[in-house]
């Protein structure tokens, strides 16, 4: 009886594979957020197998839990060096679902990979336009902070080696933000650069981005941030098309938006740390998109 399991189950394994090669799937690279691991995308991992038997799905584990504050751009260059050999492997390409703030560090893989092949790049309630907010992340970060002053510890080159720092975005203080930031600013072509055209080229390999958010995350602040919208001046908010690096069209998305591969998802009653746990969330927004 158990020889006769483990031959059921390695014919299984077989057929999965050979249905994976025939129908095409792309192999899945997961990248997670702030104090996340592994371990909190095995649900993902089996919705993806479960939807397309057979493809490979790899949720990154580096930079997990506390690690995760390091600075953006050293996690960057950490996940390029585990991600670029399954890239180099994956002739068809790659799709990436990248989760909070997950979803800034794919953005900095895109922006300075120059020969990606990810063809869909899902970004999962990440603050893609910043954070700026009075939350429980916050409070376990900088217990004795408000978010009116928070911009003292991250507009400092002290503070911009914390991860959070790296894309804090405080509306009141624009030009603090413009001179300090070394991550979001510089993605954004927000603070013009050298590498400015460049890293807008490589955005645009992509083939689909796929933004998800919601009201009722409660995390990323303004919500709208998972949608490339955030606060103006006064905090209200300013959708991504009235932006002025959309406008300008300084890192391609306006670019990719008319090409028609921008997908938007807006779903209420989803907590920011169940997204990746919501099957609903990936039969209706994410599951189309791993072909």
């Avoid at 594979?17 to 649900?43: E, R």
């Avoid at 209200?236 to 069209?249: A, F, P």
């Avoid at 391609?252 to 989803?270: F, I, M, N």
């Amino acid at each position: 009886m158990r020889a006769s399991l483990d031959i059921n189950g390695l014919l299984l394994l077989i057929c999965g594979l050979n249905l994976a090669g025939t129908l095409g799937y792309k192999p899945v690279i997961i990248v997670h957020g702030l104090f996340d691991g592994p371990k909190q995308f095995l649900m993902m991992s089996r919705l993806i197998q479960e939807a397309h038997p057979g493809t490979n799905v790899s949720v990154i584990d580096l930079y997990d839990n506390m690690a995760s504050l390091k600075p953006l751009w050293v996690q960057v260059q950490g996940f390029k060096k585990v991600l670029y050999p399954i890239m180099q492997e994956a002739e068809n390409g790659i799709h990436l679902i990248c989760f909070s703030q997950g979803g800034l560090i794919c953005r900095g893989l895109l922006s300075t990979l120059p020969d990606h092949n990810v063809q869909s790049f899902i970004s999962l309630s990440s603050p893609q336009a910043g954070q700026y907010g009075d939350t429980d992340i916050l409070k376990l970060v900088f217990p004795h902070y408000l978010k009116a002053h928070v911009f003292h510890m991250c507009y400092s080159s002290v503070g911009q080696k914390w991860s959070i720092c790296n894309f804090w975005n405080d509306p009141h203080q624009r030009e603090r933000f413009l001179k300090s930031s070394n991550y979001l600013a510089l993605l954004n072509g927000e603070r013009p650069h050298r590498e400015m055209a460049e890293w807008r080229k490589n955005f645009l390999r992509l083939n689909k981005l796929v933004l998800i958010g919601g009201p009722d995350d409660g995390v990323i602040t303004p919500w709208e941030s998972s949608h490339f919208g955030f606060y103006d001046i006064n905090e209200t908010i300013v959708e991504m098309k009235n932006q002025e690096w959309y406008v300008r069209d300084s890192f391609g998305l306006k670019t990719l938006h008319a090409r028609g591969d921008l997908a938007v998802y807006v779903l209420s009653g989803v907590k920011h740390s169940n997204w990746h746990y919501n099957e609903t969330v990936f039969r209706g927004c994410i599951e189309e998109w791993l072909t």
